[in-house]
């Protein structure tokens, strides 16, 4: 069982930036890949970006794409969101996910198998 726990969410300006982290238990994180999703009152949850085992491949909503950068640190078991240039439709509970997820099932958000429980983050205009 892995455990996902989010973190540096918040209230943020219009063209500020924060970064999520998404801190992970257990000695298996490399196995997985991982994925921030979110969702917005009254919307679905939606993909936002996800990063493979070691970092080599990445994915982006085209929504996000050129403002918002996934990475991962192993030795850490933590992955991170850093969002830039913010925008208020940005503003979502923001999940962190993983699971063992081939490439081309990085944007389904039932492909993973472990979530953690969302930070809020909040965009001003």
């Known amino acids: 069982q892995v455990q996902l726990v989010e973190s540096g969410g918040g209230l943020v300006q219009a063209g500020g930036s924060l970064r999520l982290s998404c801190a992970a238990s257990g000695r298996t994180f490399s196995r997985y890949r991982m994925g921030w999703f979110r969702q917005a009152p009254g919307k679905e949850r939606e993909f936002v970006a996800a990063i493979s085992k070691y970092g080599g491949n990445t994915d982006y909503a085209d929504s996000v794409k050129g403002r918002f950068t996934i990475s991962r640190d192993n030795a850490k078991n933590t992955v991170y969101l850093q969002m830039n240039s913010l925008k208020p439709e940005d503003t979502a509970v923001y999940y962190c996910?993983?699971?063992?997820?081939?490439?081309?099932?990085?944007?389904?958000?039932?492909?993973?198998?472990?979530w953690g429980q969302g930070t809020q983050v909040t965009v001003s205009s």
């Open positions: 996910a993983g699971g063992i997820v081939s490439g081309s099932s990085a944007y389904t958000d039932f492909k993973y198998d472990y």
